[in-house]
């Protein structure tokens, strides 16, 4: 399967490793053609499944519009209610692993081999991790999530003539005290934006990174299944997993993309009077989805990292100026506050059972978790492409807790000046506004509204870029059954559907629709990921510390 560079743009593990030995070679079952200009290199089956239950999807829900908004939130609410203590358990049992995998002798295996180099420097990978993983919902929920949690803790427990909680208030609310409803309001948001949703992210990236530099076996997710299923992943076993994954990751995308969507259209109204329409969400969508194809086409290095640069350093401008400019000190000293509160309330809000807080646990928790499952594949598998060379123990640290402690910090920043806007000025724009509004809102209190809105949207706008662009490269590879070298016409195709996808949700349920379709191919993938935990301890038990 390989020979002395590797294999398919692979390259073979560094100094000692336990190479997996099978008979399978990458790009047996491809389909390979070539159409005028544009080259195929396709994995059969997984392609042409992913690919034409997509396009019918999207006919199905442009079609038949008025009927299926209803059935998307009806599904969401199903989903979220039956299986929210599915959701959380599987989310701590990941959790656990990571901290397991820091402190444990596997900690030492180096990804890539025992003398394998990083290939990429400390700045250019933390931008990476950080734009892939997150950067949108930050944007989106920085704001409008602090302050909900905020309200409905102050609110109080409100329950229905059937004696049940009505409310949204996380655990048992803190009714009437401002102090205490900021910390739980805070410590709820956290829990959804910390040490969780990193967890996932990692342990897809672990496991694809580990069976791919060490083991010597294509980049796809079928690969991290070796240790449970053998030779049968190359398979009808192995076309199931990879198509779960690229449903996941399509799905997952365009939450994301739609969200994206919506607050900067929400944005440019804020500015420039846009009006607020379908057709301008899906005229955005479209130039957005464009200006990532240009991006697809400048390639990895060119392309996503160095948009993934740019938006840190854009990123980091508007959070050090709300900083500055909004209540420095409360900020500041926020900061360690939240972060006691995370871990004092997080026993309580991990719990996997007997919740009273059914719409928190169910509507929100249940939700993200979902979300950042169907996201994994995507973010997983960018990682796994940018973290040759490093450490687990290093690889963990830097993708669970860096990461985990930046997003405490955004939501410090901005979801603390939202609070202190609402407590002691008595500014109620923000409190009212949609949740796509919420931001633009916080920073119409602050000075040069016009000049930080507009780096907001652009934010989002290249936030959504480098999402569309590295989740092209990702699905690609998997269609493509493991290839890193696929022809660039394949990446411009997904990245094309994954903007038609996002149109079609908008325009069949709206927010309700993405949401739906993310918690629903989540769920599934819960299962898959499960297993791959499993895979790794087996994986990292035979290689060369």
Request: proline residues 4%.
């Amino acid at each position: 399967m390989t020979d002395e560079t590797g294999v398919e743009g692979h390259r073979l593990p560094e100094g000692p490793a336990d190479l997996i030995e099978t008979e399978y070679e990458i790009g047996q079952d491809n389909i390979t053609t070539k159409v005028g200009p544009f080259g195929l290199d396709i994995h059969n089956p997984v392609f042409l499944i992913s690919g034409l239950t997509i396009v019918a999807f999207v006919f199905v829900t442009l079609a038949f519009q008025d009927s299926v908004g209803p059935l998307f939130g009806e599904l969401r609410k199903w989903l979220t209610s039956t299986f929210a203590w599915f959701f959380l358990l599987a989310g701590n049992v990941f959790v656990l692993l990571c901290l397991f995998l820091i402190v444990s002798p596997y900690g030492a295996v180096r990804l890539g081999g025992r003398d394998a180099k990083p290939d990429y420097s400390y700045s250019g990978w933390f931008a990476m991790l950080f734009a892939a993983g997150m950067g949108i919902g930050l944007m989106f929920y920085g704001v409008s999530e602090p302050i909900s949690h905020f309200n409905s803790s102050l609110g109080g427990i409100k329950a229905g003539a059937d004696g049940l909680r009505t409310d949204w208030a996380p655990l048992g609310a803190a009714a009437g005290n401002a102090v205490e409803a900021q910390r739980l309001g805070m410590a709820a948001t956290i829990f959804h934006w910390g040490l969780h949703p990193w967890a996932v992210y990692a342990i897809v990236a672990l496991a694809l990174a580990l069976f791919t530099y060490n083991k010597g076996l294509p980049l796809t997710i079928r690969s991290a299944f070796y240790p449970i299923f053998g030779d049968r992943v190359w398979g009808w076993t192995g076309h199931v997993i990879d198509t779960l994954a690229v449903f996941a990751t399509l799905f997952g995308l365009a939450t994301s993309l739609g969200i994206g969507a919506e607050q900067a259209n929400a944005g440019l109204n804020f500015l420039f009077g846009l009006p607020v329409t379908n057709a301008s969400k899906v005229l955005l969508i479209v130039g957005i989805t464009a200006i990532a194809l240009v991006s697809v086409l400048a390639g990895l290095d060119a392309g996503v990292k160095r948009l993934s640069e740019i938006n840190m350093v854009l990123a980091a401008v508007l959070l050090l100026f709300v900083i500055i400019v909004g209540p420095t000190v409360a900020i500041a000293t926020g900061f360690f506050h939240n972060l006691l509160a995370y871990f004092e309330y997080l026993p309580a809000l991990s719990n996997p059972f007997g919740r009273a807080d059914a719409n928190f646990s169910q509507g929100w928790t249940s939700f993200y978790w979902a979300w950042w499952i169907s996201w994994s594949p995507f973010v997983g598998m960018f990682i796994a492409r940018v973290s040759r060379g490093r450490t687990v123990r290093e690889f963990i640290i830097c993708v669970l807790l860096i990461p985990s402690l930046v997003s405490v910090l955004w939501m410090t920043a901005f979801g603390g000046a939202a609070i202190s806007q609402i407590v002691n000025d008595n500014y109620a724009a923000v409190t009212d506004a949609a949740l796509e509004l919420k931001l633009f809102k916080m920073l119409a209190a602050l000075p040069l509204t016009q000049i930080t809105s507009f780096l907001g949207i652009v934010l989002v706008i290249v936030f959504f870029v480098t999402s569309s662009d590295s989740g092209s490269l990702v699905i690609d590879t998997i269609t493509a059954g493991g290839k890193v070298d696929a022809p660039v016409s394949q990446r411009v195709f997904w990245a094309s559907f994954e903007g038609l996808v996002a149109i079609a949700l908008l325009l069949g349920g709206g927010l309700t629709a993405l949401q739906a379709m993310a918690v629903s191919t989540g769920f599934p993938f819960t299962i898959v990921l499960l297993l791959v935990c499993y895979s790794i301890i087996r994986g990292l038990a035979s290689e060369p510390r």
